[in-house]
């Protein structure tokens, strides 16, 4: 069984940063895509970013990009988000997840992936 735990979200104010963190336990996850997705209230669960499983890979959604970097470490078992000049609609519930068989490139679907965290709020103010 993998468990991830995300951290790093918060509020700020926008134009400001914040980096979340996912730490995989449980298993290995360095032959896995892993992802990040984001759900505001009221709205679908949508793609942000990704990051192939030998990190020389990476996909994000047109929202995000030149703003969020996604990145890997696989010493630690963990995936970053760096996220820069932050907007209110970036604000959500941001999630990590594993796709333990790398079934596809990008992976840009929730039902992609087999392994998810509890989710981390960044509310970004105006």
């Known amino acids: 069984q993998v468990q991830l735990v995300e951290s790093g979200g918060g509020l700020v104010q926008a134009g400001g940063s914040l980096r979340l963190s996912c730490a995989a336990s449980?298993?290995?996850?360095?032959?896995?895509?892993m992802g990040w997705f984001r759900q505001a209230p009221g709205k679908e669960r949508e793609f942000v970013a990704c990051?192939?499983?030998?990190?020389?890979?990476?996909s994000s959604a047109d929202s995000v990009k030149g703003r969020f970097t996604i990145s890997r470490d696989y010493a630690k078992n963990t995936v970053y988000l760096q996220m820069n000049s932050l907007k209110p609609e970036d604000t959500a519930v941001y999630y990590c997840?594993?796709?333990?068989?790398?079934?596809?490139?990008?992976?840009?679907?929730?039902?992609?992936?087999?392994?998810w965290g509890q989710g981390t709020q960044v509310t970004v103010s105006s």
């Open positions: 990051i192939s499983w030998n990190g020389g890979d990476t």
């Open positions: 449980g298993r290995t996850l360095s032959r896995s895509t």
């Open positions: 997840a594993a796709d333990a068989y790398d079934r596809n490139w990008p992976a840009t679907k929730p039902i992609e992936y087999d392994y």
